[in-house]
């Protein structure tokens, strides 16, 4: 079974940074995509980044230049690191992952708060 558990969100104040973790275990892809989304309160929910088990990866115009995403193959972990903060960045944040070859991402994790005050 597919388990993805996210860590490291938190409060911060704008132009700060953090970096997520999502610790995944159970899949058993050998090509997959993984990826980081959030949901903001009355908001949809917005792909933020994005990278393939090749290693390709893909931003969301409203992060590029300030989030980078990475994976670390050993640990099996995902993370995000996200500079120069902004209010709008506040949101619940999930790790996602599905098979290269399937649209929609099938497995979530349970999210972690990220707040950023003005």
């Known amino acids: 079974q597919v388990q993805l558990v996210e860590s490291g969100g938190g409060s911060v104040q704008a132009g700060g940074s953090l970096r997520l973790s999502c610790a995944a275990s159970g899949y058993t892809y050998n090509g997959y995509w993984m990826a980081w989304f959030r949901q903001a309160p009355g908001k949809e929910r917005e792909g933020v980044a994005h990278i393939s088990s090749g290693g390709t990866t893909r931003y969301a115009d409203s992060v590029k230049e300030r989030f980078t995403i990475s994976q670390d193959n050993a640990k099996n972990t995902l993370y995000l690191q996200m500079n120069s903060l902004k209010p709008e960045d506040t949101a619940m944040y999930y790790c996602?992952?599905?098979?290269?070859?399937?649209?929609?991402?099938?497995?979530w994790g349970q999210g972690t708060q990220v707040t950023v005050s003005s």
């Open positions: 996602a992952i599905r098979p290269w070859w399937q649209a929609e991402y099938n497995y």
